[in-house]
């Protein structure tokens, strides 16, 4: 019985006891085997004549079935000379394209069975005429659904989310399931804590009251709010770029532009790095175009690829600032001038850095113009400038922005280029009005301050640099982000249910397909909000979950060879990390030293909140007369 349960989950289905008693033989597998013509001919099954019970029960399999009742129905039509030859019938069958694997030789052995009742009746596997008689088994839908789930659990990489309530006035605390459980929270992406700022709060609260808590539905019914369009006016601003266009989401808004622009651009080339992520690889699939996948921030492999084309097809490179799960950051000047070299254009993904780099937000394209970007008028063209020469930016309001939704900033004719023609744009409810007020004041809001930038920045070094003198292993890199290696998912899983259970701190690990095999990590993303006493009761949580569970530190990677730049030298992990040559943190040390003291001359280093910003309250008044 077990080699059915491995081979035929249909026949599995039936039990052990039926079958023998349907064959008549005292072995199921024998009463199987045996042929089907000479042993089982009688007049017991209804509809089957001259079958047996068990021939009719074989009958009833999706793959075997369709093939036995094709010959019959050839016979019948005598479309071939009867043969009395007998056909066995088959051992066990694959059960369609079930991905659990059958037993060894079952395969083959229906497969050639299969294939012999095709040939001996003229009607291929393909052709074979479609029956619905009562019993004919339908597919068995949850056993596929739980056999996907059980290759998840299999390879350790099946996702569990945890009952986290993040805690507005205390942030960056939160209470689990259990309301009086306290945990603090490492790894949320609102990384500068702006979905509790008064500022926003307000500026939403206000929108709800005036507007409502919904948009009616997508833009081209409800119509174009105000807010819309204010929202839209200030990311052109951000990005000094001369449209932008908001959706839903990030994701969508990835995918809904690569899928739109590529598909629209005639034999269109995409360039995409290897580290890219999954919604810029959905919209490259959507899209229908030919694509390079270059390895990651190597850009020689790049422009090899790119030398491939003439100048006069349409290509497009794909890639990000930050890259969210390893921190490194995208090289983005030197891309931007292979672009123009070889005739393309860049579509560059800043979700993971507007809000926190630049002077203004704007993310990492403008902080490597900090000074110029930091004297331009906001909205303003800098020729030359690296965010000037990026044709497509993306980002998203649902993570530094604290809010939710996300948006692209190109040249008027194509944002409305893919107005007109996204179905992810056109065919989606747009941002409630309370959303697009909130995104407006946090936007206003974190152009104006260096606080918060300041102190995510300088609590990231301290980790980093604390984390190093422990020997956890950090993957290398100039950003926020601190991912810590831990190189097994089944281990990383059970870290971060110890740090949750045991330490009341909640870090969610990260496995496969999100990051390699054998890369599986933590991803801690310190914010404002943490504090002293946090961060060394993180460290302490860290440096016991290690010593209990065994895990490698640095100098046991070093051993190894390094992995993912952990335990290898600066040189050699330097184009892998991106950023300048030579320089540790994209937040340079005079440029940290320049946000505190414009901080401290605006504020007297005190956080004061300030009121609503006066634009939003001017586009209500405006649009209630």
Request: hydrophobic share 40%; with cysteine.
């Amino acid at each position: 019985m077990s080699i059915l349960n491995r081979s035929c989950p249909y026949l599995a289905r039936t039990g052990l006891a039926a079958l023998q008693g349907m064959s008549g033989a005292g072995s199921a597998a024998r009463g199987l085997a045996t042929s089907a013509v000479e042993q089982a001919r009688c007049s017991v099954c209804p509809g089957q004549t001259g079958q047996s019970a068990l021939l009719a029960k074989a009958s009833d399999c999706p793959v075997v079935g369709p093939s036995i009742r094709a010959k019959d129905a050839a016979e019948k039509v005598g479309q071939h000379q009867h043969q009395h030859q007998q056909h066995a019938v088959p051992v066990s069958c694959p059960y369609v394209n079930c991905k659990t694997a059958p037993a060894k030789g079952a395969a083959t052995t229906a497969g050639v069975a299969a294939s012999n009742h095709a040939a001996s009746s003229g009607i291929s596997a393909a052709n074979a005429p479609a029956t619905h008689a009562s019993h004919e088994a339908t597919f068995d839908y949850e056993g596929q659904y739980q056999a996907k789930l059980a290759k998840k659990h299999d390879d350790k990489s099946y996702r569990y989310f945890n009952n986290i309530n993040r805690l507005a006035a205390r942030y960056p605390q939160a209470h689990t399931a259990n309301a009086s459980n306290i945990v603090t929270v490492w790894c949320s992406n609102d990384y500068l804590g702006q979905s509790k700022n008064p500022v926003v709060t307000e500026a939403m609260k206000t929108a709800l009251d005036a507007y409502g808590a919904g948009a009616g539905g997508t833009r081209n019914i409800a119509g174009n709010s105000a807010l819309h369009l204010r929202l839209e006016s200030e990311l052109a601003m951000l990005h000094r770029k001369e449209a932008a266009l908001v959706f839903s989401s990030c994701f969508v808004a990835n995918d809904a532009t690569i899928s739109t622009l590529c598909s629209a651009l005639p034999n269109c080339v995409i360039f995409s790095d290897k580290m890219n992520h999954a919604s810029m690889i959905q919209g490259i699939r959507h899209s229908g175009a030919k694509k390079h996948v270059f390895d990651h921030n190597d850009l020689d492999h790049l422009e090899k690829l790119l030398a491939q084309y003439p100048r006069s097809t349409p290509k497009m490179i794909a890639f990000e600032s930050v890259y969210s799960m390893s921190g490194t950051v995208g090289r983005i000047p030197e891309i931007c001038a292979l672009a123009k070299k070889y005739g393309a254009i860049t579509f560059l993904d800043e979700v993971h850095s507007v809000g926190m780099y630049g002077p203004r937000g704007a993310g990492v394209a403008e902080h490597y113009d900090y000074n110029a970007s930091l004297q331009t008028p906001a909205g303003q063209r800098i020729p030359g400038s690296v965010m000037d020469e990026v044709d497509i930016v993306t980002g998203t309001l649902g993570k530094a922005f604290g809010i939710v939704g996300g948006y692209i900033a190109a040249s008027s004719s194509l944002v409305d280029m893919i107005r007109s023609y996204a179905p992810g744009f056109i065919f989606t409810t747009s941002l409630p009005p309370p959303i697009n007020a909130g995104a407006v004041a946090s936007i206003q809001y974190l152009a104006n301050s260096q606080r918060e930038r300041f102190l995510q920045q300088t609590h990231v070094r301290e980790l980093k640099a604390d984390l190093a003198d422990a020997g956890i292993p950090v993957v290398p890199n100039p950003s926020h982000i601190v991912p810590v290696l831990v190189g097994d998912a089944e281990r990383a899983k059970m870290a971060s249910d110890m740090l949750l259970s045991q330490h009341n701190i909640y870090v969610q690990s990260i496995n496969y397909p999100t990051v390699p095999v054998g890369e599986e990590r933590l991803r801690i993303t310190p914010g404002p909000g943490h504090d002293n006493f946090m961060r060394m009761r993180l460290l302490g949580a860290l440096d016991s979950v290690w010593n209990r569970l065994g895990l490698k530190r640095t100098a046991d990677w070093e051993r190894m060879g390094g992995r993912c730049g952990v335990g290898e030298s600066r040189e050699n992990s330097e184009q892998h990390v991106g950023w300048k040559r030579g320089v540790e943190n994209v937040w340079e040390d005079h440029q940290l030293k320049q946000a505190h003291d414009y901080e401290l001359a605006r504020k007297g280093g005190v956080p004061i909140v300030p009121a609503i910003p006066e634009t939003v309250q001017q586009i209500i008044s405006a649009t209630m007369l």
